[in-house]
């Protein structure tokens, strides 16, 4: 089974920084783009990140500069850096691949900014 183990959320101060981790089992890593979304209550998900095969990465404009897409195939592992973190980048983020016409997704894991 696919499965999207998410992990590294918690609380930060404004300005703090965080690396989220997704473990990712049950497909092969290699030959999927990577995404990472975000969502707070009562709003759909939010694209946040991509990256693809060839580790190229793409993001959400108002979040370049700030975040850090990254994968690394031998642990099998999607990495999301985010500093200068401010209290706009509150919310769930979640892992997503989608293989096969599929979506997956994370468990998500809260991200909370505040002082």
């Known amino acids: 089974d696919v499965q999207l183990q998410v992990s590294g959320g918690g609380l930060v101060q404004p300005g703090g920084s965080l690396r989220l981790s997704c473990a990712a089992s049950?497909?092969?890593?290699?030959?999927?783009?990577m995404y990472w979304f975000r969502q707070t209550p009562g709003k759909g998900p939010e694209w946040v990140s991509s990256?693809?095969?060839?580790?190229?990465?793409n993001y959400a404009n108002a979040l370049k500069g700030r975040f850090s897409i990254s994968r690394d195939g031998a642990q099998k592992t999607v990495y999301l850096d985010m500093n200068g973190l401010n209290a706009e980048d509150t919310a769930t983020y979640y892992c997503?691949?989608?293989?096969?016409?599929?979506?997956?997704w994370g468990q998500g894991t809260q991200v909370t900014v505040s002082s």
């Open positions: 049950g497909f092969v890593f290699g030959v999927y783009d």
């Open positions: 990256i693809n095969v060839g580790g190229v990465a």
């Open positions: 997503n691949a989608r293989i096969l016409s599929r979506q997956y």
